[in-house]
């Protein structure tokens, strides 16, 4: 009923920047909260960043200052800014709605495919 579809992963350098996109297709009534999780081999998935449909947001520590999540409500889609990238960064980040909620009124999780970012010189 709803999928994420995710763009922008790619190769950069340290001190780059990468812009990752997630947009939610599909009969989607509303999304409260949108984000994006990262998990490295043999790591666990962590969460990178979360922004309200109020714009409330939440940064892991790891990248606060660096990243920027934003939404555009309109188009239930997510970004996230990524500056200033260091190898620790190397990822794959997925897009994650955790309460998204289709024209049903039923309430779903739901996560991206995941989106290779590799920070390397």
């Known amino acids: 009923q709803v999928q994420l579809v995710e763009s922008g992963g790619g190769l950069v350098q340290p001190g780059g920047t990468l812009r990752l996109s997630c947009a939610a297709a599909?009969?989607?009534?509303?999304?409260?909260?949108m984000g994006w999780y990262r998990q490295a081999p043999g790591k666990q998935r962590d969460l990178v960043a979360t922004?309200?449909?109020?714009?409330?947001?939440n940064y892991a520590d790891s990248v606060k200052g660096r990243f920027t999540i934003s939404r555009d409500n309109a188009k239930n889609t997510v970004y996230l800014q990524m500056n200033s990238l260091k190898p620790e960064d190397t990822a794959v980040y997925y897009c994650?709605?955790?309460?998204?909620?289709?024209?049903?009124?039923?309430?779903?999780?739901?996560w991206g495919q995941g989106t290779l970012v590799t920070v390397s010189s």
């Open positions: 994650y709605a955790p309460d998204a909620i289709v024209t049903s009124r039923a309430r779903l999780a739901v």
């Open positions: 599909g009969s989607i009534f509303s999304i409260n909260v």
């Open positions: 922004i309200t449909s109020y714009g409330t947001t």
